[in-house]
């Protein structure tokens, strides 16, 4: 079990729903703060620590700020974020890049600052090699194949576009080594939003074994294990947090098994974690816009999809919690739905909730990762606002709403043409 408590009060949501239209996501700095503390607690036995955090997740400066001043670094997947972590602050190995199909301008960028470059393909080399050259140290991504069974929103590892497969991984490490790579990190991504501890403990052995392999084929130590993402959240009330230090524990264990018993030490684990680690401490702030019965009963927001979409595309479960109603018996079944021309446009559906009337507030829980970042601007759909909840209880808006000039920003209304 995991409790879905909202760090507000009504009057005080109110507030600051006066003060900002709703919809908007509300990020919670002290939880953010403190969950980071934890996460990094629970890894102390490790040399050099540290969490990239996928900036995916949730690309917003003021968040990349709060992660690094808890002693994150960054994992970035295109160019936009490579330079949007560059503004922040970040600066060479604090920047993991892993991406694939990847555009050759940002390997260059990546090069520039100094980021640890992490391959998804063998042919990247030569592309890496072009573009800004063999940096001293390169990391792969690893794909297991059927070595593992991936897990349901990742899928079959042997259906995945990522990663190195196990009979090019070794060939990788040499070709790399020859062609100037001078150090060498391991990583492997094959879960998303998994709950399961033993998951990570698995992927830790495999990639322990992998580097003790790696070593006795080509004598490439690798000084970095990047465990990559994945670790899930309780979207749901009965769903249980994955247990940090009994992994980390187990971690441990299998650490001093396999890399330190094959004379591999130090290596240094990382993470690079996104929805642990500001997911449960985001929160869409909407109203209610209309309610009605059809052949069931409907309550519209004035959030839609695009301002979450996780419920449309995977049918995901995210709490609706109803200020100031705790106390009202829940005894009304609702789609909670947006106003997009999608019917998937639904936050919830055969939800049981408090008697919801317009202009009710609706709080949407675990929408500080991957929430706002997968928005999107169809059916002329404004992407909202994002404001910080500070440590001392006050806000500031640190994304402002989009409007209609935005929308129309790369457009033109004339027949002149667009320059590019
Ligand atoms: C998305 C992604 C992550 C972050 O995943 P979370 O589920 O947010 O932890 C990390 N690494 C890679 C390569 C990713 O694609």
Same mark, same amino acid.
């Given at each position: 079990?995991?409790?879905?408590?909202?760090?507000?009060?009504?009057?005080?949501?109110?507030?600051?729903?006066?003060? +900002?239209?709703?919809?908007?996501?509300?990020?919670?700095?002290?939880?953010?703060?403190?969950?980071?503390?934890?996460?990094?607690?629970?890894?102390?036995?490790?040399?050099?620590?540290?969490?990239?955090?996928?900036?995916?997740?949730?690309?917003?400066?003021?968040?990349?700020?709060?992660?690094?001043?808890?002693?994150?670094?960054?994992?970035?997947?295109?160019?936009?974020?490579?330079?949007?972590?560059?503004?922040?602050?970040?600066?060479?190995?604090?920047?993991?890049?892993?991406?694939? =199909?990847?555009?050759?301008?940002?390997? &260059?960028?990546?090069?520039?600052?100094?980021?640890?470059?992490?391959?998804?393909?063998?042919?990247?080399?030569?592309?890496?090699?072009?573009?800004?050259?063999?940096?001293?140290?390169?990391?792969?991504?690893?794909?297991?194949? =059927?070595?593992?069974?991936?897990?349901?929103?990742?899928?079959?590892?042997?259906?995945?576009?990522?990663?190195?497969? $196990?009979?090019?991984?070794?060939?990788?490490?040499?070709?790399?080594?020859?062609?100037?790579?001078? $150090?060498?990190?391991?990583?492997?991504?094959?879960?998303?939003?998994?709950?399961?501890?033993?998951?990570?403990?698995?992927?830790?052995?495999?990639?322990?074994?992998?580097?003790?392999?790696?070593?006795?084929?080509?004598?490439?130590?690798?000084?970095?294990?990047?465990?990559?993402?994945?670790?899930?959240?309780? !979207?749901?009330?009965?769903?249980?947090?994955?247990?940090?230090? +009994?992994?980390?524990?187990?971690?441990?264990?299998?650490?001093?098994?396999?890399?330190?018993?094959?004379?591999?030490?130090?290596?240094?684990?990382?993470? &690079?974690?996104?929805?642990?680690?500001?997911?449960?401490?985001?929160?869409?702030?909407?109203?209610?816009?209309?309610?009605? $019965?059809?052949?069931?009963?409907?309550?519209?927001?004035?959030?839609?999809?695009?301002?979450?979409?996780?419920?449309?595309? !995977?049918?995901?479960?995210?709490?609706? +919690?109803?200020?100031?109603?705790?106390?009202?018996?829940?005894?009304?079944? +609702?789609?909670?739905?947006?106003?997009?021309?999608?019917?998937?446009?639904?936050?919830?559906?055969?939800?049981?909730?408090?008697?919801?009337?317009?202009?009710?507030?609706?709080?949407?829980?675990?929408?500080?990762?991957?929430?706002?970042?997968?928005?999107?601007?169809?059916?002329?759909?404004?992407?909202?606002?994002?404001?910080?909840?500070?440590?001392?209880?006050?806000?500031?808006?640190?994304?402002?709403?989009?409007?209609?000039?935005? !929308?129309?920003?790369?457009?033109?209304?004339?027949?002149?043409?667009?320059?590019?």
């Amino acid at each position: 079990m995991s409790k879905k408590i909202v760090p507000l009060t009504k009057d005080k949501l109110e507030e600051i729903a006066g003060q +900002y239209p709703t919809p908007f996501h509300l990020y919670d700095e002290k939880a953010i703060r403190e969950n980071a503390r934890e996460f990094y607690r629970a890894f102390s036995w490790v040399d050099g620590f540290i969490n990239h955090f996928a900036v995916k997740a949730c690309p917003n400066p003021a968040i990349l700020k709060i992660l690094q001043e808890e002693g994150m670094g960054v994992d970035c997947s295109s160019l936009p974020e490579l330079l949007l972590s560059e503004k922040v602050g970040f600066s060479g190995e604090e920047i993991m890049f892993t991406s694939n =199909d990847t555009p050759p301008e940002e390997f &260059e960028e990546a090069s520039r600052l100094g980021a640890i470059i992490n391959l998804d393909d063998l042919k990247h080399l030569e592309t890496v090699l072009k573009n800004g050259g063999m940096p001293e140290m390169i990391s792969f991504r690893y794909n297991p194949g =059927d070595l593992r069974s991936g897990n349901v929103l990742i899928g079959d590892p042997r259906e995945a576009k990522y990663g190195v497969p $196990r009979d090019q991984i070794i060939e990788a490490y040499r070709l790399a080594k020859d062609q100037g790579a001078q $150090r060498f990190g391991l990583h492997t991504m094959v879960a998303s939003n998994e709950l399961e501890d033993e998951y990570f403990v698995e992927t830790a052995r495999m990639l322990f074994e992998l580097a003790v392999q790696i070593k006795r084929k080509t004598g490439i130590k690798v000084e970095m294990i990047n465990m990559g993402g994945g670790i899930g959240i309780p !979207y749901h009330p009965d769903q249980q947090a994955v247990d940090l230090n +009994y992994v980390s524990g187990e971690m441990k264990k299998l650490y001093e098994k396999y890399i330190a018993g094959e004379g591999l030490d130090p290596v240094k684990i990382v993470f &690079e974690c996104g929805r642990m680690v500001t997911g449960p401490y985001g929160y869409l702030v909407s109203r209610v816009r209309h309610v009605t $019965r059809k052949y069931k009963d409907y309550v519209g927001l004035d959030a839609c999809m695009a301002d979450l979409m996780r419920p449309a595309i !995977y049918g995901a479960y995210h709490h609706v +919690y109803v200020p100031g109603k705790e106390d009202i018996s829940k005894n009304k079944v +609702y789609d909670l739905t947006g106003s997009l021309c999608e019917n998937n446009d639904k936050f919830a559906i055969d939800r049981t909730l408090p008697l919801l009337e317009p202009g009710d507030l609706v709080v949407i829980h675990d929408t500080g990762a991957h929430g706002y970042a997968m928005g999107f601007n169809y059916n002329g759909k404004l992407r909202s606002a994002e404001v910080l909840l500070k440590e001392g209880g006050t806000t500031s808006l640190i994304r402002r709403a989009e409007t209609v000039d935005d !929308y129309f920003a790369t457009l033109r209304f004339t027949n002149a043409p667009i320059d590019v």
